[in-house]
């Protein structure tokens, strides 16, 4: 089997466990994002894909061969810290070349590939710049193209764009997909911004505690949260307790709720994006609550309803503004195609 | 916060203190010294004014070269083996664990406290026939057991240890600011972690390495006691000679000229050392 492999890996620091039994499949040729909270075990799952921590136990593949005893510099894998790490006493063009340099390859050679990876990154005729006299974004593109130099198999990105300002992140995630899908490496990143991940990734890693909770598609991420931490985390959210009868029918906060049935369940909890929360007139169908308080952004209406001793909050687009004051009762719909019954 | 250079003669008043006290105990006894070296001694160990050059005249001979020589190159070998030492060492304590840190700092730091005829007396100890070292390994069956001192390397080996110390203490705080992550770029690029070492730590400190080259010459260049304890009489250096003859032979005058010389020589080796430096790296 090709690709990236992780098979049980566990990694235990003194009684700590910082990844757990986790296991994870990446295809060649996919742009994976790690995202977590901070301490949620992502950058140790990173480093031990890169050979920088061993896993305590498990095991990592990488083209169908154990890589887990092979040290990193045997491992030809291009990574990219969040300090950038580039080398202050070269110039830009020796720290592209210093993979090249390591394994000996020719002058000339190191030059044109020099050449071929500043063209890449858009800094053509930087190779004799000093690294500390670049700007933030200029560096950045200089610690990708110094891990891109030899091409390698696996491109690991701890933080990248951390440090960068929140508009040249956007650009530089649009930048770094680009360039993934136009060399066709298999790339992973770790994030805590989620949105950094849904704009990059093929398949999006939600770790929390050490532990994968959920790994899809950025999309089935967002629409079909295996949990209330992903649905919670992933955008926002409203969790709204339920419970079942023997039927199988559904009531919320005492209001029997129409076309869901529950199999199995006798309580949980469902996540309904604001977006799809539909505020209507107030019938047997519907739960009931009260406007809170109405939040117009310009660009979206947010509006707060208390119903069943919580805050629910419903968006809208302006043109479909609902038309409600605060202290008004009005009853709330959940659409069971667009709401999520959560297992825990 | 942005500094600004004093504008007006009252805002150099807190530098009084200092430069009063550089005066005082620097530049006064420097140029008395200098005055000195070209007096005329007197028979009987006194010197009356004037201005001769017999002092550095004397010197201009063989042997004196070769002393002088002889204490550059020593003062050279303690700088290169304490560095040599020096730098892996502080290295790996950097990025052990924190306390391990102070329990080596502290050990390091109580040599500092002991003077430098304990440290002669207690090598000479351990380097000798009848209770040093070279027991232990005769018990063993290794070899004879056998006096090690006298010798260049007992000399060698007393200077470097002495001298360590003040060399982890000035590459420390630069070690500890390293970003550890430039060794693990280095690894992941595909260099080992002895290549990495090499091709990034050392360079990256390039500096700081020979600022703690040009102190630990410096400091054994004064060293005038563990030559005479643990070498032969052609282990002495010039600080011995000078030693020997402002408090032995009562000839002040010309332990002032060599002391004068030695100054100006080591000084222009550290002016060449640092011009050296600079020219690198503008290359």
Same mark, same amino acid.
Not at chain 1, 205 to 212: L, Q, R, T
Not at chain 1, 264 to 277: C, L
Not at chain 2, 176 to 205: H, K, N, Q, Y
Not at chain 2, 252 to 270: C, H, I, K, N, T
């Given at each position: ?22 296991? #994870?499949?990446? &295809?060649?040729?996919?742009? @994976?994002? =790690?995202? $977590? ?6 950058? +140790?799952?990173? *480093?031990?894909?890169?050979? #920088?921590?061993? &896993?305590?136990?498990?095991? @990592?593949? =990488?083209? $169908? ?6 040290? +990193?510099?045997? *491992? ?13 006493? =070269? ?11 390591? *394994? ?13 990876? =500043? ?226 | ?283």
């Amino acid at each position: 089997m090709s690709g990236l492999i992780l098979s049980n890996v566990t990694k235990q620091f003194g009684t700590f466990k910082a990844v757990k039994d986790v296991s #994870l499949s990446v &295809p060649d040729g996919t742009f @994976v994002c =790690l995202l $977590g909270p901070s301490g949620c075990g992502k950058t +140790t799952l990173m *480093r031990m894909i890169a050979g #920088l921590d061993l &896993p305590t136990t498990g095991s @990592v593949a =990488l083209g $169908g061969e154990d890589i887990t005893q092979i040290p +990193t510099h045997k *491992r030809n894998l291009g990574m990219v810290f969040q300090s950038l790490a580039l080398f202050p006493h =070269l110039t830009v063009g020796e720290n592209i070349a210093y993979a090249l340099r390591i *394994r000996g390859i020719d002058k000339a050679e190191q030059k044109k590939r020099v050449d071929e990876l =500043l063209a890449m990154i858009h800094l053509p005729g930087f190779a004799d710049r000093s690294v500390g006299k670049l700007s933030g974004g200029q560096r950045q593109r200089v610690a990708i193209a110094r891990a891109l130099a030899i091409s390698p198999k696996l491109f690991l990105l701890d933080e990248p764009l951390s440090a960068l300002d929140a508009k040249l992140r956007e650009a530089m995630q649009v930048e770094l997909r680009q360039l993934q899908q136009r060399l066709g490496i298999t790339t992973i990143v770790v994030t805590h911004d989620q949105r950094e991940a849904m704009t990059m990734a093929d398949t999006v890693v939600v770790m929390n505690g050490g532990e994968i909770r959920q790994a899809a598609a950025p999309v089935d991420i967002y629409r079909r949260p295996a949990d209330s931490f992903v649905a919670d985390f992933i955008g926002s959210t409203n969790l709204i307790p339920f419970q079942a009868d023997d039927r199988g029918q559904a009531s919320i906060f005492g209001s029997t709720i129409e076309g869901f049935s529950l199999v199995g369940a006798k309580a949980g909890t469902i996540s309904v994006r604001p977006e799809d929360v539909q505020i209507v007139t107030e019938d047997a169908s519907s739960v009931t609550g009260t406007v809170a308080f109405i939040r117009d952004l310009g660009g979206t209406v947010e509006t707060f309803i208390e119903a069943g001793g919580q805050q629910i909050i419903a968006v809208a687009s302006p043109r479909a503004r609902p038309d409600v004051t605060i202290g008004q009762t009005v009853g709330l719909r959940f659409d069971p195609e667009t709401s999520v019954v959560l297992a825990r | 916060m942005r500094r600004e250079p004093p504008q007006r003669f009252p805002d150099y008043g807190p530098l009084m203190f200092p430069a009063a006290m550089l005066v005082v105990f620097f530049v006064i006894p420097f140029a008395t010294m200098i005055a000195v070296s070209f007096f005329e001694r007197q028979q009987g160990g006194f010197y009356e004014p004037a201005f001769v050059f017999d002092n550095y005249g004397r010197f201009l001979s063989l042997f004196f070269g070769k002393v002088l020589a002889f204490s550059l190159f020593l003062a050279m070998a303690v700088a290169a083996a304490c560095v040599t030492i020096g730098v892996p060492f502080t290295y790996l304590l950097s990025r052990s664990s924190r306390g391990t840190q102070i329990r080596w700092l502290v050990v390091l730091l109580s040599i500092l406290s002991l003077s430098e005829v304990m440290i002669g007396f207690a090598w000479s100890t351990l380097l000798s026939r009848t209770a040093g070292i070279t027991n232990l390994f005769a018990m063993l069956g290794l070899m004879d057991a056998q006096a090690l001192t006298p010798s260049f390397g007992a000399v060698m080996t007393a200077m470097t240890y002495q001298a360590l110390p003040y060399t982890v203490l000035v590459l420390y705080p630069a070690l500890v600011r390293l970003d550890p992550t430039l060794t693990e770029a280095a690894r992941t690029l595909g260099a080992s972690p002895v290549r990495a070492f090499f091709t990034v730590i050392v360079p990256a400190l390039r500096n700081t390495i020979l600022a703690t080259l040009i102190m630990v010459f410096i400091f054994a260049l004064g060293s005038y006691l563990l030559p005479q304890l643990l070498g032969r009489p052609q282990h002495w250096t010039l600080s011995v000679l000078i030693t020997d003859q402002a408090i032995y032979q009562s000839n002040m005058p010309f332990a002032a000229a060599m002391a004068v010389f030695l100054v100006l020589v080591s000084l222009s080796l550290v002016g060449l050392a640092v011009y050296a430096g600079r020219q690198k790296e503008a290359a």
